[in-house]
T-cell receptor, first 112, second 117 residues
Framework: KQEVTQIPAALSVPEGENLVLNCSFT??????LQWFRQDPGKGLTSLLL?????REQTSGRLNASLDKSSGRSTLYIAASQPGDSATYLC???????????FGTGTKLQVIP | GAVVSQHPSWVICKSGTSVKIECRSL??????MFWYRQFPKKSLMLMAT?????????EQGVEKDKFLINHASLTLSTLTVTSAHPEDSSFYIC?????????????FGPGTRLTVL
């Protein structure tokens, strides 16, 4: 059974700082990994999708990497802004039935 | 492209009533849709897999008579919470699988917040 863990559970940084969020998964046989953002009381906003054959994806200030063999992914946020404050979830598509397993989330607060 | 909508976005109902939530893939056909539930301050948990034209597959611990799923067309799946109680209050999100090319990708709806009084 796939298990996805995110560390840290919460993070508070001053504005302008670069930061890294971590995601680890137990079964490396994945199809893809996706990073989402969720604002309080809101739905999911897809940030980056990395296919199993890829090692990283970039969008603006965001960069996500994938190391399947070690079961890890990182989301790098450059020059953080208060608007980046949200909960970040990683999700892994894996298994014969191709189910998505979500991580526990990292709650990010960027302080002005 | 690849937009998934949910309706309603939020609903408040009295205990004992039934509530129907719709999930639609707007610009693609989805033979498979998924329903997730998010408890407060928790991550999303898969409830069931909805297959067009056949019965849904429920995850362990999810009551199929409580959470009725119907996938009547390639663009619509519905989740009905029957005889809702306050403990059913939660955030429900659906996703639809898009199989254009490979590999598959799931696109998520915006979610529906259910509050049972």
């Amino acid at each position: 059974k796939q298990e996805v863990t995110q560390i840290p559970a919460a993070l508070s940084v001053p504005e302008g700082e670069n930061l890294v969020l971590n995601c680890s998964f137990t079964d490396s046989a994945i199809y893809n990994l996706q990073w989402f953002r969720q604002d309080p009381g809101k739905g999911l906003t897809s940030l980056l999708l990395i296919q199993s054959s890829q090692r990283e994806q970039t969008s603006g200030r965001l960069n996500a990497s994938l190391d399947k063999s070690s079961g890890r992914s990182t989301l790098y946020i450059a020059a953080s802004q208060p608007g980046d404050s949200a909960t970040y979830l990683c999700a892994v598509l894996s298994g014969g039935y191709q189910k998505v397993t979500f991580g526990t989330g990292t709650k990010l607060q960027v302080i002005p | 492209g690849a937009v998934v909508s949910q309706h309603p976005s939020w609903v408040i109902c009295k205990s004992g009533t039934s509530v129907k939530i719709e999930c639609r893939s707007l610009d693609f056909q989805a033979t498979t849709m998924f329903w997730y539930r998010q408890f407060p301050k928790k991550s999303l948990m898969l409830m069931a897999t909805s297959n067009e034209g056949s019965k849904a597959t429920y995850e362990q611990g999810v009551e199929k008579d409580k959470f009725l799923i119907n996938h009547a067309s390639l663009t619509l799946s519905t989740l009905t919470v029957t005889s809702a109680h306050p403990e059913d209050s939660s955030f429900y999100i659906c996703s639809a699988r898009w199989r254009e090319g490979r590999p598959d990708t799931q696109y998520f709806g915006p979610g529906t917040r259910l509050t049972v009084l």
